[in-house]
Nanobody, 114 residues
Framework: QVQLVESGGGLVQAGGSLRLSCVVS????????WGWYRQAPAKQRELVAL???????NYADSVKGRFTISRTNAKNTVYLQMNSLKPEDTAVYYC????????WGQGTQVTVSS
């Protein structure tokens, strides 16, 4: 069963930066596209960034130009570099496959103060 462990969240002022990491257990990492999702209070979880097994990336319009997703296959890790953070980026951030596995990780809280 895949295990997902996110880290790197925190409290930051608007305009600041954070780098999130997600370690994925198992050999399935290399063959999957992986994404970063977020869920703000009282809102549905949304996909904000996606990276294919070949490194092609896609972003939600709300984060385009500010967030960068990357992956290191040797470390089974996917990253999310977040720059120019805004208060509306406040959420719990999760990683999962493009077609998500049922068992989500615990997520990492990102709080952006104005």
């Amino acid at each position: 069963q895949v295990q997902l462990v996110e880290s790197g969240g925190g409290l930051v002022q608007a305009g600041g930066s954070l780098r999130l990491s997600c370690v994925v257990s198992g050999s399935i990492f290399r063959i999957n596209a992986w994404g970063w999702y977020r869920q703000a209070p009282a809102k549905q979880r949304e996909l904000v960034a996606l990276i294919s097994s070949g490194g092609t990336t896609n972003y939600a319009d709300s984060v385009k130009g500010r967030f960068t997703i990357s992956r290191t296959n040797a470390k089974n890790t996917v990253y999310l570099q977040m720059n120019s953070l805004k208060p509306e980026d406040t959420a719990v951030y999760y990683c999962n496959a493009e077609y998500p596995f049922d068992n989500w990780g615990q997520g990492t809280q990102v709080t952006v103060s104005s």
